[in-house]
C-alpha cells in the first residue's frame, strides 16, 4: 500500500505541482490520502492526451466509473492510483457520487463539441474542480458540507484561460458559444488563432466572470475549519493568473514563475484571508 501512495505522490508532483506544494502545508498522516485524491484527479484530467481517438478515452473513463463503483477488484488492488484511491474513499467516507459525477463530466474533453452556454461551463467546473477542492476539504478536516462551489469555477475558469492556446489548437473550445456569438467571434477565425476585439471582449467577459466566482467565494471560505487551509491554496492563484492573462497575447499567455506560485501560497497559508483574496 505505502508503494501505491508513494506513486501517487510522484505523479502529483509531476503533473500537478500547485496542489503537490499545497499538501506539504497539510499535516504529514494526510498527504497520501491528498495524493491519492489529486492522483485520480490527474489520471482522469489527463485522458484525452492519453489517447488519439474518444472511443479509447471512453473506455478509460468507464474503467474509472467501474472501479468508484465497487466492481473490476483485481484490476484496481494491481493499479496503484486505483487502490490507493479506493483505500482513501473507504478511510475518509467520500462521496463516490461526486467521483462519479467528475468521471463523467470529463467525457466532454474527449470530443471537439463546443462549451454551449455559461450554465454548462460552470456545471462542468462545479463537478469538476470544484468537487476536487471539497474532497480534499473532507480529507483535511472531516467536513462534509460544500464550501467551494464558487472558488472550484474561478479556479477551473483561470485554468481554462491558461490553457485557451492547447484547446484551439485542439479545435476545442471551452468558452462558452454564447459568449462567442455575443461578441461575435468567429470558429474559424479563432482557430485560425486570429486576435479581434471580439475575442478580446470574449475572454475578458470570462475573466470578469471568474472574478465574480471568486469574490462569491470569500464569504463560503471563511467558515472553513483552518485545518483544511491547505486544500484551498490552490485558489490563491486565480487572482494573480487573472490579472496576468489581461495583459497578455491569449494564443501566449504569461504564466507565473514557479517560484512566485509557491511563494503566493506560502503567504496564503500564513493568512487564509489571501486564499479567495
Not at 499538501?23 to 498522516?29: D, G, K, M, Q
Not at 463523467?104 to 476536487?132: H, W
Request: glycine share 4%; proline share 6%; net charge positive.
Amino acid at each position: 500500500m505505502e508503494d501505491a501512495f508513494a506513486y501517487c505522490a510522484e505523479l502529483v508532483r509531476t503533473a500537478d505541482r500547485d496542489r503537490f506544494v499545497a499538501t506539504l502545508f497539510a499535516p504529514a498522516e494526510l498527504r497520501p490520502a491528498l495524493h491519492a485524491l489529486y492522483a485520480f484527479n490527474s489520471e482522469v484530467a489527463r485522458t484525452r492526451e492519453m489517447v488519439r481517438e474518444p472511443l479509447p478515452g471512453e473506455i478509460r473513463l468507464q474503467w474509472w466509473s467501474d472501479v468508484l463503483g465497487g466492481g473490476r477488484e483485481a484490476e484496481a488492488r494491481a493499479n496503484p492510483v486505483a487502490f490507493a484511491l479506493v483505500a482513501t474513499i473507504e478511510r475518509h467516507r467520500l462521496d463516490r457520487t461526486a467521483l462519479l459525477e467528475l468521471v463523467e463530466a470529463r467525457g466532454f474533453d474527449l470530443y471537439n463539441e463546443p462549451m454551449e452556454s455559461i450554465a454548462a461551463l460552470e456545471t462542468y467546473a462545479r463537478k469538476t474542480s470544484s468537487a476536487v477542492f471539497d474532497l480534499a476539504v473532507q480529507i483535511l478536516a472531516g467536513h462534509a458540507e460544500p464550501v467551494a462551489e464558487d472558488a472550484g469555477i474561478a479556479y477551473a475558469m483561470a485554468g481554462l484561460l491558461r490553457a485557451f492556446p492547447l484547446s484551439v489548437a485542439r479545435r476545442q473550445l471551452y468558452v462558452p458559444a454564447e459568449i462567442l456569438q455575443r461578441h461575435r467571434v468567429r470558429t474559424h477565425e479563432l482557430f485560425a488563432r486570429r486576435q479581434s476585439a471580439g475575442l478580446a471582449a470574449a475572454l475578458a467577459e470570462m475573466r470578469a466572470m471568474a472574478r465574480a466566482h471568486l469574490a462569491a467565494a470569500r464569504g463560503r471560505l471563511t467558515g472553513v475549519p483552518k485545518e483544511a487551509t491547505a486544500a484551498l491554496l490552490p485558489i490563491a492563484l486565480v487572482r494573480p493568473s487573472l490579472d496576468r492573462l489581461e495583459r497578455s497575447d491569449p494564443f501566449a499567455p504569461r504564466e507565473i514563475p514557479a517560484w512566485r506560485r509557491q511563494w503566493i501560497m506560502w503567504r496564503a497559508a500564513r493568512d487564509p484571508a489571501r486564499i479567495a483574496r
